[in-house]
């Protein structure tokens, strides 16, 4: 096949995917574009199996499909497999993850900042996970220990890349959230718990510093570039961070507060009818866009419905977080095709790989919110997904990024799987 060949051939698969996208998109929209207008009580009963959802309806709760749940000792194997990965994984220093990368193709990433600020990410990620295992293997104790030293030496250092990526929200965010499970462990002596509330409280400075001049965060900034970023509120991010200052907070750590409200405004601004999320703020004028449609807002409904509950958003009923938990399984397609695609946002709906693990972490998070006793279909439907989804090596990933991929996907796993045990 000629060059020339090879170009129209792909061409026409692309055409043909942009079509079956656009079909998919139009059959989504006809779904979800009822104009019943929204009903929120705080509780209801399941519909019948044949009920069809009315989107704005969250009165009634949508049926809970048919499927093998998997056994708690398949669960408990999942998760030993995952932390024996993290254990084998974790670098020399005590960090988890690199740039090193065979790929041709990789995401935008000024050096040395975004790697910096990757690899922070990833060790509070993994860290947080390790710290939350029910085990008492002392392998564990060890990694810890050594990826606390590595985070409190290595943190205050993260900045921004450049006037553009300010990939460093997520590992100030994630640091808070690690940190605090690390004060929390049996036999911290005081001057590391001291250590610890000063990372913590430098962490929360650089959230504050990094805050977009609209309220909230992004992590890019292609326009102005400027001192304090002018990056779109994105949704998602926002959530992260609200989540992570709430976990502060009820630590006793104090808060700028109008920073919060800010954070929870921009979050609000970005929320549809259905508890759907524009990606970000700057796409207010495409709300029809796939990408903030519910099957591209699949992961991130999450995370912003979990950030706007804890914050006191009322309309955030049980019934709103126990369907999305249902949509997350019976929907799951939409997300898992673009599931290990090396390109962002080439999927249906726009859905970029990296939105899989991040989704059904805040949906583990989401579980936590329930009732004890109202738990047990929703953690059956979230271990079936992650338990059918490791890898042989005990590890999960969904997007190839540099060497970070395995060990992301895997901290938000094994957090995600931990909380599907019956005796969460």
Known sequence: ???????????????????????????????????????????????????????????????????????????????????????????????????????????????????????????????????????????????????????LKQLPRVRRADGTAIYNVWAHAYAVRAMLRLRERSGVIAATKTALDEAINQQLQMLYKYESVDGGWGYYDFEYRAKQPVASSTSFVNATVLIAMFDAKQAGFELDEKIVKRAIKGTLRQQRPDFTYLYGEYLKDAPMMGINLPGGSLARSQSCNLALRLWGETKITDNVLKTWLTRLYVRNGWLDIGRKLPVPHESHMQVSGYFYYYGHYYAGLVLDELKPDERGPYQAMLARILVDHQQPDGAWWDYPMYNYHKQYGTAYSLMALLRCRADH
């Open 1 to 151: 096949m000629t060059p020339n060949e090879k170009w129209c051939e792909m061409s026409r698969i692309r055409i043909g995917a942009a079509v079956i996208a656009w079909m998919a998109a139009i059959s989504v929209v006809a779904q979800d574009q009822k104009p019943t207008p929204p009903q929120i009580p705080s509780s209801g009963e399941q519909q019948p199996k044949r009920f069809v959802e009315n989107p704005y309806d969250f009165s009634v709760l949508p049926a809970i499909p048919e499927f093998e749940h998997a056994s708690p000792s398949i669960i408990d194997r999942s998760i030993v497999n995952g932390v024996e990965f993290l254990l084998r994984d974790q670098n020399p220093d005590g960090s988890w993850g690199s740039h090193v990368t065979e790929r041709d193709f990789e995401i935008y990433a000024p050096v040395p900042g975004a790697h910096h600020a990757f690899r922070a990410a990833v060790t509070a990620l993994c860290t947080s996970a390790l710290c939350e295992y029910y085990g008492e293997d002392p392998r564990v104790a060890i990694a810890i220990e050594r990826a606390q030293e590595w985070m």
